[in-house]
């Protein structure tokens, strides 16, 4: 630790460590936001979106595959 009561790591402050940390999160907070509206933008018939963190989404487009099947008039599921 410096006289000063900020912590040297790798030849930096743990203040200058904390600017870098802070820039790169919010670099990362606007590209998961972006990502975020893409995904929601293609979203169709009743599919939920369900974010789960920064960097991770949960889908449920079973509406669109339900609705795709339908468009398109043929059967996911066979009878033996």
Do not use: N, W, Y
């Not at 460590?17 to 018939?45: E, F």
């Amino acid at each position: 630790m410096s006289i000063h009561g900020r912590a040297h790591i790798g030849g930096k402050s743990a203040t200058q460590g904390c600017v870098c940390v802070c820039v790169c999160m919010c670099v990362r907070v606007q590209a998961s936001a972006a990502i975020m509206r893409v995904l929601k933008s293609q979203l169709t018939h009743g599919a939920l979106m369900e974010k789960g963190g920064l960097d991770e989404v949960f889908l449920d487009v079973t509406p669109m595959v339900v609705s795709c099947d339908t468009h398109t008039h043929t059967h996911t599921h066979t009878h033996r």
